[in-house]
T-cell receptor, first 115, second 114 residues
């Protein structure tokens, strides 16, 4: 099975711009979660999508949004970029089904630099 | 909701044992995970333990679970420079709507000194 893929791997933007990141989950997985990782704050949960619906949300401002398509691929968008948005954005997929383990499989991440 | 806490940094000498600690808040957590992140990569699952176990061993890795104190630890025996990475603890908390939400700690950076 192919793993989780994220595009692009690296991105440089300037303050005020917006950015869209993409994640393709493992085939058959219906849950996609997004995380922001910075050296100072560590790993922080952004949101989770399951069957095209946002199921869980972290504590981030409304500038951070996401969506999921019918093929389970997901995108996250950050509008009005700030310097502090520079981070590694990780996507994780899981079956997301009821019962049992809900092990997360991570992609390699998108490194976003805001200048 | 569930909180998972771990220290940010640990430094050990090559050949020594490393112990990375984690605490979680939801006593109904049924699965607890340890992930490893090497530089420039995503997180990879190292091991997991089910809540009805108190220990799990896998080669150089030993996971200890104290359910009463909601404390999880990962011991790496004979730590090598290749073990230098960030280690994440994660707890599969309360089932909500039938599925189990997994909450991650912020990660402990392990530095191995040659």
């Amino acid at each position: 099975k192919a793993g989780v893929t994220q595009t692009p791997r690296y991105l440089i933007k300037t303050r005020g711009q917006q950015v869209t990141l993409s994640c393709s989950p493992i085939s058959g997985h219906r849950s996609v979660s997004w995380y922001q990782q910075t050296p100072g704050q560590g790993l922080q949960f952004l949101f989770e999508y399951f069957s095209e619906t946002q199921r869980n949300k972290g504590n981030f401002p409304g500038r951070f949004s996401g969506r999921q398509f019918s093929n389970s691929r997901s995108e996250m968008n950050v509008s009005t970029l700030e310097l502090g948005d520079s981070a590694l954005y990780l996507c994780a997929s899981s079956p997301g089904l009821a019962g049992g383990r809900n092990e997360q499989f991570f992609g390699p991440g998108t490194r976003l630099t805001v200048l | 909701g569930e909180d998972v806490e771990q220290s940010l940094f640990l430094s050990v000498r090559e050949g020594d044992s490393s112990v990375i600690n984690c605490t979680y808040t939801d006593s109904s957590s049924t699965y607890l995970y340890w992930y490893k992140q090497e530089p420039g990569a995503g997180l990879q699952l190292l091991t997991y333990i089910f809540s009805n176990m108190d220990m799990k061993q896998d080669q150089r890795l030993t996971v200890l679970l104290n359910k009463k104190d909601k404390h999880l630890s990962l011991r790496i025996a004979d730590t090598q420079t290749g073990d230098s990475a960030i280690y994440f603890c994660a707890a599969g908390g309360r089932f909500s709507g039938g599925y189990q939400k997994v909450t991650f700690g912020i990660g402990t950076k392990l530095q191995v000194i040659p």
